[in-house]
DNA sequence: AAGCGTTACAACCGCCACCGC
DNA sequence: TGCGGTGGCGGTTGTAACGCT
């Protein structure tokens, strides 16, 4: 008889979000929190799939997420990842603050994908795609950081078989040791991912503090909502959003509940 | 200016793992 | 220990925006 549906059928929403049905759920988890997102789109009074708003709420309306286009370094770092992981989009994402698995994905599939295929590497395995023929940019400082990785890396295994590297502690030590990611870390250390605090409560540093001060925040709930609209019509990095901290984040969070 | 092809990305679907009962 | 519910993940699709002819 087929799997049930993951929500009633009847009634539900399908297709883009509107501005309104945003409000609602921005609305909703300001005021509740994220939890049981089955019961959610109830509450909040949406007619959409519990799960539909937690993709919408993780994917586009959570606060601290960067818009736009992925940097170089943030390229690289993907790169450099998926040759460790695969296709795990959410383990890469979880390194690459403020930015999601669907944004990776999508990201792979019409930018890196094409870029790394015309430079003569597959993909998949971060093999040159033909071994009698040369890549066309070798010697570009991306071509060595994925040459580098992925002769080191396939020297035992292929990228999707080191799944069983789950271990976070090996994926750091092999990230410690290579040379490019440390390169691709290092030019963040200088300018800091500013959403790396915001979900890391504990890692709020100077510069949070600092940004934090900047950061005026609205004072009434219906201004937090329309503020959080706004952040998102121009995107979060741009308004310094990201800076805050989770704990910042429920301090939003008691602010709408008041 | 219009039509067509391509690109980018938001959203959906189905599977799987985990958790509580 | 098995089962059902739930959340999370990765693959795929749909469509709006853009560029080219």
Redesign the pocket.
């Given at each position: 008889m087929g799997?049930?549906?993951?929500c009633d059928k009847l009634g539900v929403?399908?297709?883009?979000?509107t501005a309104e049905e945003d409000k609602k759920l921005i609305n909703f988890i300001l005021t509740n929190g994220q939890?049981?997102?089955?019961?959610v789109p109830k509450l909040a009074g949406l007619r959409?799939?519990?799960?539909?708003c937690?993709?919408?709420w993780?994917?586009?309306l959570r606060p601290d997420l960067k818009?736009?286009?992925l940097s170089e370094d943030e390229q690289q770092l993907v790169i450099d990842l998926h040759a460790r992981l695969g296709?795990?989009?959410?383990?890469i994402?979880?390194r690459l603050p403020g930015r999601t698995?669907?944004?990776i994905?999508?990201?792979w599939?019409?930018?890196i994908k094409?870029k790394l295929v015309k430079m003569g590497i597959d993909p998949v395995t971060h093999e040159p795609l033909n071994n009698e023929s040369k890549p066309e940019q070798s010697s570009s400082p991306e071509n060595e950081g994925i040459t580098n990785s992925s002769s080191e890396d396939n020297s035992s295994t292929t990228p999707t078989s080191n799944c069983s590297t789950d271990d976070d502690s090996t994926l750091l030590d092999s990230i410690c040791n290579d040379e490019t990611l440390l390169k691709s870390l290092s030019l963040w250390l200088d300018e800091p991912p500013l959403a790396d605090a915001s979900w890391n409560g504990a890692g709020a540093t100077a510069a949070t503090e600092t940004c934090s001060k900047e950061t005026s925040l609205p004072s009434s709930r219906e201004d937090n909502i329309a503020w959080l609209l706004d952040c998102q019509d121009f995107g979060i990095h741009d308004f310094g959003f990201g800076c805050l901290n989770h704990n910042e984040l429920n301090t939003m969070n008691t602010l709408a509940k008041e």
């Open positions: 799997r049930q549906p993951c929403k399908k297709g883009p979000w939890c049981c997102w089955r019961a959409r799939c519990g799960k539909s937690r993709l919408r993780t994917n586009y818009r736009g286009l296709n795990r989009w959410s383990k994402a979880a698995d669907n944004e994905k999508n990201h599939n019409t930018h094409k």
